[in-house]
């Protein structure tokens, strides 16, 4: 059957209309993309120029918050990480091992006008630093979580060993009052003349509820009753807890380590503890045979003994000695 010829080449003219015109839509759509991605470039260089000109004058604004968050969830970790190891963090609390501080903690010291935070290897004065701090981390409810506080420098009687200053175990979520205050809060005391000593808080993740074999310590305890080494404890329990929150603060001597040592046992009785008991009985009497005469009769004793003034140049633990004394109180009595 033959075909109108008329016909035909209004078809082929019909079908060149149709790719003549598809050709043209993507000419136009190639030039429009061009034309965006020209004035994307454009203002992007606009926009970094106006940028820099405004960083220059000071007026650049930047969300610290935004880059802060941002800097937590990225390199955060691993720079922290980097600073621990500097100061020497890992070494002395595992020896050998070492973590990475996924969980960031925000740690401020309350100084009623103003909030001291923690951050890695800030320094903190004693005075500063006096009460617990507040603690906080991302958590939710289902998990259990146990604080350490621990100053590695300060030990008085062993290298190696550190005090521990606040021990909460079983924490819920981020409910930090919630946790069993095994260890109450103990103020920093580093002695005059040592320098900078470190203090270091690690957020651990428990498995499940803990049960951990510490003495229970208050804030009248002794002080040898804190002794505490981080490495032979979590080898005990590192199948049931993880390491996961660091922060930590340097701090050197203030007058407020004078007051906290004043207000402890005095350290001529501290002392005496670690001396042999049959060298403190002999001076106790020899101390009270020195003033016996078996040929005359003894002295009596004063009606009233802490009303007669002592020197005033005397020592104040010398004056509470020579009180007891005329109390009939020796010291193998405290001891």
Not at 49 to 65: I, P, T
Not at 224 to 252: H, M, N, V
Request: glycine share 4%; hydrophobic share 35%.
């Amino acid at each position: 059957m033959s075909t109108c010829p008329l016909l035909a080449n209004s078809k082929a003219l019909c079908g060149f209309n149709t790719i003549a015109s598809e050709y043209s839509l993507i000419a136009s759509s190639k030039f429009c993309s061009e034309k965006a991605l020209m004035a994307s470039d454009l203002f992007s260089s606009d926009w970094s120029l106006s940028s820099s000109v405004l960083a220059r004058n000071h007026q650049l604004k930047v969300n610290l918050d935004e880059v802060r968050n941002e800097w937590l969830n990225t390199l955060g970790p691993h720079h922290k990480k980097q600073v621990a190891e500097h100061y020497g963090i890992f070494e002395h609390l595992y020896g050998e091992g070492y973590f990475v501080p996924f969980k960031n903690l925000d740690i401020f010291y309350d100084l009623k006008e103003k909030a001291l935070p923690v951050y890695c290897g800030n320094v903190i004065k004693p005075s500063e630093a006096l009460n617990s701090p507040t603690v906080s981390y991302e958590s939710d409810g289902n998990t259990m979580w146990t604080l350490v506080l621990s100053s590695l420098d300060g030990h008085l009687n062993e290298n190696d060993k550190e005090y521990v200053h606040w021990f909460i175990a079983n924490i819920p979520g981020n409910h930090i009052e919630k946790g069993d205050r095994l260890v109450e809060y103990l103020q920093p005391f580093p002695l005059k003349g040592t320098g900078y000593h470190r203090y270091v808080f690690v957020l651990y993740k428990q498995n499940e509820r803990m049960i951990y074999d510490l003495p229970q310590v208050s804030s009248s305890s002794p002080l040898e009753s804190r002794t505490f080494e981080s490495r032979s404890w979590y080898q005990k329990y590192q199948d049931k807890i993880t390491p996961a929150g660091l922060a930590f603060y340097q701090t050197d001597w203030d007058s407020s380590v004078k007051d906290y040592f004043h207000n402890k046992e005095p350290f001529n009785l501290y002392m005496d503890k670690y001396r042999d008991p049959k060298q403190i009985n002999k001076e106790y009497l020899l101390r009270k045979l020195n003033g016996v005469d078996p040929f005359q009769k003894p002295a009596s004793r004063l009606r009233f003994p802490n009303a007669h003034a002592l020197p005033k140049n005397m020592p104040s633990w010398l004056k509470l000695h020579e009180k007891k004394i005329r109390m009939s109180w020796g010291r193998i009595n405290d001891v």
